[in-house]
């Protein structure tokens, strides 16, 4: 069954953007309707290269993000996600991801969706609209100049993002932008904008497609690259893992098997002189230190394994 829109036309603020690369018409789904299905999903399989090549396009803008936020993480700083909609979900799946995989509190990475928490499980795009919202979410979060803002807005133009990216411009917190659109059709000033140029949509205008997959791509770079420099990963090794369930109780005690060259019941008896933690297990059992004296090495060394070893003249498998 169909629905009707219940946005209110009287009061709609007319903005024309079909001169946006993100809301113009993609030639080769002309006939989409009338296609055999095996030609529509061939035709998004070879659509779904696009994503790629443009977060290759925009290496050097990613790199320049993760080397900008791990400084202010370093020095107490937070890095907020915020979008509506697709965009919004987007931040929220990644910063959720990030508590499990790397130990972090939930504080350090956060992400911040035009209506909340309702916005995840129901449509609320109306929301993208409000310029005022975005500025009070971030203040309600203690927003400062010493945290990091990934606004996320593919079209370019969503006045809840870009609001946001001004409020934190001004009070001077990192101000990074995501986009699909090119330079030539919206010229922004940020401190970093990442492009991902990803076309027009297969379905004209939805964005929930090429340009959602790109910029997923770009935050799962964003937030491991940010983690690894800051030392929750030796070598490609989840070191920081949190151990909420068996299968990461697992994924730890193989972590420290392999690089320890020990059996199940040592590694688990140094996971539990350690608190649990695998990274702290590791220097333990390899320097036969104390919690206390590996708490102290990690604290010496920006809580980096690697330099820890280096200090101790320890070397793993």
């Known amino acids: 069954m169909d629905r009707d829109s219940n946005y209110n036309l009287k009061r709609a603020k007319q903005v024309n953007r079909g001169t946006l690369l993100t809301e113009k018409s993609n030639n080769r789904s002309n006939n989409l309707d009338s296609i055999s299905t095996y030609e529509l999903v061939d035709i998004f399989v070879d659509e779904d290269k696009k994503p790629q090549q443009a977060v290759s396009k925009a290496k050097d803008q990613i790199t320049m993000a993760i080397d900008q936020i791990v400084p202010k993480l370093r020095e107490g700083g937070r890095l907020f996600y915020l979008g509506a ?100 059709d919206l010229l922004l000033e940020y401190d970093i904008i990442i492009r991902l140029i990803t076309g027009p949509e297969l ?13 997923k791509m770009t935050l799962n770079i964003i937030s491991t690259g940010v983690m690894v420099k800051l030392g929750k990963v030796y070598k490609n090794k989840m070191i920081d893992v949190s151990i909420s369930n068996n299968k990461l109780l697992d994924r730890s005690t193989r972590i420290l098997i392999e690089l320890l060259d020990i059996n199940l019941d040592e590694a688990m008896n140094l996971l539990k002189i350690s608190n649990g933690s695998t990274k702290k297990a590791i220097l333990m059992g390899i320097g036969k230190l104390s919690y206390n004296d590996a708490l102290d090495i990690l604290s010496r060394n920006e809580q980096s394994l690697r330099k820890s070893l280096d200090e101790l003249g320890l070397e793993l498998i």
């Open 85 to 184: 909609g697709t965009s919004g979900r987007l931040g929220v799946l990644d910063a959720a991801e990030c508590p499990p995989t790397f130990c972090t509190s939930p504080d350090l990475v956060q992400a911040v969706i035009a209506g909340g928490f309702k916005s995840l499980v129901q449509s609320s795009e109306s929301q993208e609209d409000d310029e005022s919202s975005s500025i009070k979410d971030l203040k309600k979060r203690g927003f400062s100049e010493f945290d990091c803002l990934v606004g996320i807005s593919a079209g370019g133009t969503t006045p809840y993002v870009l609001s946001a990216l001004d409020y934190c411009k001004r009070i001077g917190g990192l101000n990074i932008l995501i986009t699909s659109v090119p330079e030539i």
């Open 203 to 215: 379905i004209t205008g939805s964005t929930r497609l090429k340009a959602a997959t790109a910029t």
